[in-house]
């Protein structure tokens, strides 16, 4: 049994590490403003569909992690090992793929997402886009190692190099900006440059030789189809589930951008506030992913319903709490942002919206199915996050923006009800018990 101890020492980094990722992406919203609004306009646009690509190299990592962390709890080092080199090789192939498909068809994709922005705009999203995409390869490479990391309870590691990493991301925006004059590529090359150290270091440290769990190069370079087979069988529904998220978000974000160029921008600094706001439940999934999988590779499934009762009692009173003071201290945030009064309005209602809704359901519509993927209950989370994506978040939002003309307001009350649904179907999920019937290794 983990000592509450040793539960702090896995939340403790893990929220560090997301709240300073937060943090740089807020950094890069506020240095951008100071651009103008189509540079922010730009910016907040292509991060949402990056979005869609960055979150299938953390849903691949994700699987890794459930099967590294099944063959720890089991006491199998040795097939963990070799867990973590497979995803490694496979998380490289995959990213350089999807790296070369964007740069080659970037400005077809970018005309069919956003073909009715304004020039300025797609401008900018067409630099922002280059350039992240350059970056995607390191990124996926660090996903696999912080895997690693966390699923031996290393999670002060990633922590480190994280806040090393964004303290370099963070002086590059205002060298890149203020200094440079080089616009949103002032805010691209310092996110290339400070994910490519990232991944490095992460690298450098997952082949030490001190560690339980570790790369070796056989494990890198040979392709072990049965292991990789338990791997994707994690990981795809976990893509599938959060590619179409992410692809709804896009079409959400093409919708935003029928409400003008101040709303734009007001959802995308919202965005920023909305990301700081859902940092804690982001900060205990991959605990309950380490947890539950450890538990179940054990096959203590006693031991996993525990931890189920007590992680989510943990993560509804931290994300309850963090929200709070997210949405008190935006008004103070708006503050420091180049944008229009009529944006920073807006930007407060759609922070109070979200954060409501996040800080009580999210917990349970999270990190909640995290611990349920992690016992291998993949189809069930996958099937009802794609239904309720498309049924109630574009739906709703579809409904509430454009047919009721809220513009972006309609957007968050969509995206709020999506979630409400969600973590209440996965409470009900884990009552059930259904999920101690599978297996993963």
């Not at 900018?124 to 660090?142: E, H, K, N, Q, W």
């Not at 031996?152 to 370099?168: D, L, R």
């Not at 708006?334 to 809704?357: C, H, P, Q, R, T």
């Not at 739906?395 to 709020?416: D, P, Q, T």
Request: proline share 2%.
């Amino acid at each position: 049994m983990l000592t509450n101890r040793d539960l702090r020492n896995l939340i403790v980094p893990l929220f560090v590490e997301q709240f300073l990722l937060m943090l740089v992406g807020l950094a890069d919203t506020f240095v951008v403003s100071f651009v103008g609004d189509a540079a922010v306009s730009g910016v907040s646009l292509v991060n949402a569909f990056n979005t869609v690509f960055l979150f299938l190299f953390t849903a691949l990592a994700s699987g890794g992690a459930v099967i590294i962390s099944q063959y720890i709890g089991s006491g199998n080092n040795e097939r963990a090992g070799w867990s973590a080199g497979q995803l490694l090789m496979l998380s490289v192939l995959s990213a350089v793929a999807l790296s070369a498909a964007i740069l080659l068809f970037q400005r077809p994709l970018l005309e069919a997402l956003f073909g009715r922005v304004e020039e300025p705009v797609m401008e900018a999203c067409g630099v922002y886009l280059r350039i992240s995409a350059y970056s995607f390869p390191a990124l996926a490479v660090y996903n696999a190692g912080a895997a690693l990391c966390r699923s031996i309870g290393k999670t002060n590691v990633t922590m480190y190099i994280s806040t090393a990493a964004n303290g370099i991301n963070i002086v590059g925006n205002l060298v890149g900006v203020f200094a440079l004059g080089a616009g949103v590529a002032g805010v691209a090359y310092p996110s290339l440059i400070a994910r490519t150290l990232s991944a490095a270091a992460v690298t450098v440290y997952c082949f030490a030789q001190r560690l339980p769990v570790r790369y070796r190069r056989r494990e890198i370079f040979t392709w072990d189809g049965e292991l990789l087979k338990r791997v994707l069988g994690i990981a795809i529904p976990n893509g599938v589930e959060n590619g179409v998220h992410q692809l709804v978000k896009v079409a959400l974000s093409s919708m935003v951008a029928l409400f003008g160029t101040y709303q734009i921008a007001a959802n995308g600094v919202a965005q920023s506030i909305w990301s700081l706001a859902a940092l804690m439940g982001q900060a205990m999934a991959p605990v309950f992913t380490t947890v539950i999988g450890q538990c179940m590779g054990a096959g203590d499934r006693e031991a996993a319903n525990f931890y189920f009762k007590k992680l989510s009692r943990i993560t509804f009173v931290l994300s309850v709490a963090w929200n709070a003071l997210v949405f008190a201290l935006t008004p103070i945030l708006m503050g420091f942002f180049a944008i229009s009064d009529e944006a920073k309005s807006l930007v407060i209602w759609l922070v109070l919206i979200n954060n409501v809704v996040n800080g009580i359901a999210y917990p349970f519509a999270g990190p909640l199915g995290s611990g349920l993927r992690a016992a291998g209950d993949v189809r069930f989370t996958m099937i009802t996050s794609i239904v309720l994506t498309v049924a109630a978040r574009l739906v709703f939002s579809a409904a509430f923006a454009v047919w009721l003309n809220w513009g972006v307001l309609g957007i968050a009350a969509g995206m709020g009800i999506d979630l409400i649904i969600r973590g209440a179907i996965f409470i009900w999920r884990y009552r059930t018990q259904k999920w101690t019937a599978f297996r993963v290794i």
